[in-house]
C-alpha cells in the first residue's frame, strides 16, 4: 500500500485494541458443526426480552420508514416518571456503551487523565485512549475499586472518573457508604461516570442507588442500560442521568438519532414491566446460588458477585478450558484482555443452562486432575 493509513491515524487510536466481544453461538454452530450451543458469555438475559417489548417493537415496525424522535420524548417522559428526574437530566444512547463514549467526547482534551480501576469495564480504557487522553489505572482491591488509591491519583489534570457499581467482569461492588465518602472527597470539576449497567439485578442493602445522588453531587453522570435485566442487548438502548447542564453538554456531540425507533418503544414498554424483571431477578438470584453452592464442590473459586455473572479462577491459563467448553458448545468469556488469563468470566442463565455448563467445567476438572 502507498500509505500506512494505522499511522495516520490518531496516537490513541494506534494503540487501541478493539473491543473483544463475546462468540457469537451461530459462529461456534459453524465452526464446529454443533447445534444446541449455550452462550453465557455476554451478560444476557437468558429469559429474553419483556413481551411487552416485543409488542411494543411490532407494533413500531411500520413506523421505521420514519427517522426516530430525536429528542426521545416518550421513554425521557417514562424515565423522568419512573426515576424522579427531569427529562432534561436524560441523555440517551445507542446502548449505554454509546453515552460512555459521548461523556469522553464532550469532556477530554489530549493529555487529560482518566482514572479508573485494574479490571474495570474495559470500554474504560478505549473511550479515554481514542480521545488522546491519559488513562490513570489504579491497582485493583481484592479485584475491586480501591477507592483510596482512585482518589490518590486525582491530579489538576483529571477530568473523568469512571466507577461500574457493580464492576464487569469482576461482579465487585462499592457500598452506599463508600461511594459517598469518595464523592464528597472529588471536585467538582471531575466528572464521576458511575456505571450502574447491573442495578437491577442487586439485592445488597447498603448498594447505592446513583439516581438519588445525582442531585446532591452535580458532577454525578450515572449510566444505565436496557441490555441487561431488561433483555435489549440487540436493539442497542441505554442512558445517562446528570445535572442538565451536562446533560446539554452530551447532546451536543450525540448522533441526532442514535436510538432508533424501535429500541425507543421497546425501551418504553420494558422499563414498567416488572414481572419480567422480578422473573429474571429471580432467575439470577438462583442460578448465582447454584454456581455459589456447586462450584468449591468441583474445587472451582470464584470471585463473590453481585452481577449477573460470576468470574472463576482456574488457577492457570484459562484459555484452554475456555476452547474445551467450547468443544462442548458452551460459550463463557475469556479475560485475558483484562489482565485476567487464569479466569473466565460466566452469564448467569436458565437452570438448565447452568446445569449444562456446571457439567461441562466438572468434566474439564476431572481431566486436570
Ligand atoms: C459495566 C458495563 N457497562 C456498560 C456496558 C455496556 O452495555 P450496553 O452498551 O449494551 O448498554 C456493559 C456491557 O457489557 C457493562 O458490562
Not at 461511594?179 to 464521576?192: A, Q
Not at 445525582?214 to 441505554?238: C, D, E, H, I, M
Amino acid at each position: 500500500m502507498s500509505c500506512d493509513f494505522i499511522s495516520l491515524s490518531t496516537p490513541g487510536v494506534q494503540d487501541l485494541q478493539p473491543y473483544l466481544p463475546g462468540k457469537p453461538p451461530e459462529e461456534l454452530e459453524r465452526e464446529l458443526g454443533l447445534t444446541d450451543v449455550v452462550k453465557l458469555a455476554s451478560n444476557e438475559n437468558p429469559l429474553g426480552p419483556s413481551p411487552a417489548a416485543l409488542a411494543a417493537i411490532e407494533s413500531s415496525l411500520a413506523g421505521i420508514s420514519f427517522y426516530p424522535d430525536s429528542g426521545g420524548y416518550r421513554l425521557k417522559q417514562a424515565l423522568s416518571a419512573k426515576y424522579s428526574v427531569a427529562p432534561e437530566q436524560v441523555t440517551l444512547g445507542n446502548g449505554s456503551n454509546d453515552v460512555l463514549e459521548l461523556i469522553a467526547r464532550a469532556y477530554l482534551r489530549p493529555d487529560d487523565e482518566v482514572i479508573y480501576s485494574e479490571y474495570a469495564f474495559v470500554v474504560y480504557s478505549i473511550v479515554t485512549q481514542a480521545c488522546g487522553a491519559k488513562a490513570v489505572v489504579t491497582p485493583a482491591k481484592d479485584w475491586g475499586h480501591d477507592l483510596d488509591a482512585m482518589f490518590e491519583a486525582l491530579t489538576a489534570r483529571t477530568r473523568i472518573i469512571f466507577l461500574a457499581n457493580p464492576n464487569n467482569p469482576t461482579g465487585t461492588w462499592v457500598t452506599r457508604g463508600q461511594l459517598t465518602g469518595f464523592l464528597n472527597k472529588i471536585p467538582d470539576s471531575v466528572l464521576v461516570v458511575l456505571d450502574e449497567a447491573y442495578i437491577e439485578y442487586v439485592q445488597e442493602s447498603d448498594y447505592p442507588d446513583g439516581l438519588q445522588l445525582v442531585k446532591q453531587y452535580p458532577n454525578l453522570v450515572v449510566t444505565r442500560t436496557f441490555s441487561k435485566a431488561y433483555g435489549l442487548a440487540g436493539l442497542r438502548a441505554g442512558f445517562a442521568v446528570s445535572n442538565e447542564q451536562i446533560a446539554n453538554v452530551l447532546s451536543r456531540v450525540r448522533q441526532p438519532f442514535n436510538m432508533n425507533n424501535l429500541a425507543l418503544s421497546a425501551a418504553e414498554a420494558a422499563l414498567v414491566d416488572d414481572a419480567h424483571i422480578s422473573k429474571t431477578v429471580q432467575i439470577n438470584t438462583d442460578g448465582m446460588a447454584f454456581y455459589t453452592r456447586e462450584l468449591p464442590k468441583i474445587k472451582l473459586e470464584f470471585i463473590p458477585s453481585i452481577g449477573n455473572f460470576i468470574t472463576v479462577d482456574f488457577k492457570t491459563d484459562a484459555q484452554p478450558i475456555y476452547q474445551t467448553l467450547l468443544e462442548q458448545g458452551v460459550i463463557v468469556r475469556p479475560l485475558a484482555n483484562y489482565g485476567m488469563p487464569h479466569h473466565l468470566r460466566i452469564s448467569i442463565g436458565t437452570k438448565s443452562e447452568n446445569e449444562r455448563c456446571l457439567s461441562a467445567l466438572a468434566e474439564v476438572m476431572n481431566n486436570i486432575e
